[in-house]
């Protein structure tokens, strides 16, 4: 018998040939997936969207506890400022920013946020054009912007099933006890079978923290909450997980326990 080589796991190089990473925020892309991003900037067109980018209809007056440890004070435009610092830290990475106009859940009622459908909706206008042949999708953990862009990405998979669909692990909520496990356990029982991806990354570390290091705003609150430096000096990897249907066959194992898996 002819010897065929292993092919689990492996993404081809034509499904890397134009990439959009869906970020629910501005630096969430860059930390989750600017390996990958820079990785393929120089051969592939990279873009990435950004949905939570837009202005609220005001902004709050105090600034909320995120915007002040940020630096900014009442009647600052935020939405601007960050827009500045995602373009620098995407002109790092070798990516395209791409702005939505929905505001951040911090300010908000929850009554005013959008649905996941009009997310959708605003997402495949902005994909349609690019024509990607492959979306990486936050994996939605904890922050509702963040599930919010998950399951758009999902409504949207349904509309585009032509690209190659990935999740990538949301670093600042990734290590929460159980989560990133209900996600993957969410997914498998929804038919798509989240299964790790050997996607191609750049191995510069320190151009990567060069681009996170521009979102100045950011920083202060992302090392309260989410422990950015250790993050950083840790090099914690970027993982990325294939969503799709599973093999012709494999189908079984949906309706039995991890124990029937070799049976």
Excluded at 116 to 144: C, H, K, Q, R, Y
Excluded at 154 to 175: I, N, S
Excluded at 183 to 201: D, E, K, N
Aim: aromatic letters at 8%; charged letters at 20%.
């Amino acid at each position: 018998m002819e010897y065929e080589p292993p092919t689990w796991g492996q993404v081809g190089p034509d499904e890397l040939r134009v990439i959009v990473a869906v970020s629910p925020h501005f630096d969430d892309a860059a930390m989750g997936a600017g390996q990958m991003l820079m990785r393929h900037a120089d051969t592939s067109r990279t873009v990435v969207i950004t949905v939570f980018g837009g202005r609220p209809p005001a902004y709050p007056n105090p600034p909320t506890q995120w915007d002040t440890l940020g630096g900014f004070r009442a009647g600052d435009d935020v939405v601007a400022a960050r827009r500045d610092e995602d373009r620098a830290a995407m002109a790092i990475l070798g990516a395209e920013p791409l702005w939505l106009d929905f505001a951040d859940h911090q300010y908000l009622q929850t009554d005013e946020r959008p649905s996941a459908s009009e997310v959708a909706s605003a997402i495949l206008s902005a994909i349609d054009p690019i024509e990607p042949t492959a979306v990486f999708a936050p994996m939605g953990l904890a922050n509702p912007d963040h599930v919010l862009a998950h399951d758009a990405c999902l409504l949207v998979r349904q509309e585009r099933p032509d690209c190659a669909w990935f999740a990538y692990e949301d670093h600042g909520y990734k290590h929460l006890p159980g989560l990133l496990a209900w996600r993957v356990s969410a997914l498998f029982h929804s038919g798509l079978w989240p299964t790790p991806a050997i996607v191609p990354l750049g191995l510069d570390l320190s151009r990567k923290r060069r681009a996170i290091g521009c979102y100045v705003s950011q920083i202060p609150p992302l090392e309260r909450d989410h422990a950015l430096t250790e993050r950083l000096d840790a090099n914690v990897p970027e993982q990325f997980w294939r969503l799709a249907p599973p093999p012709q066959g494999w189908e079984f194992l949906s309706r039995s326990s991890p124990g029937d898996a070799g049976t």
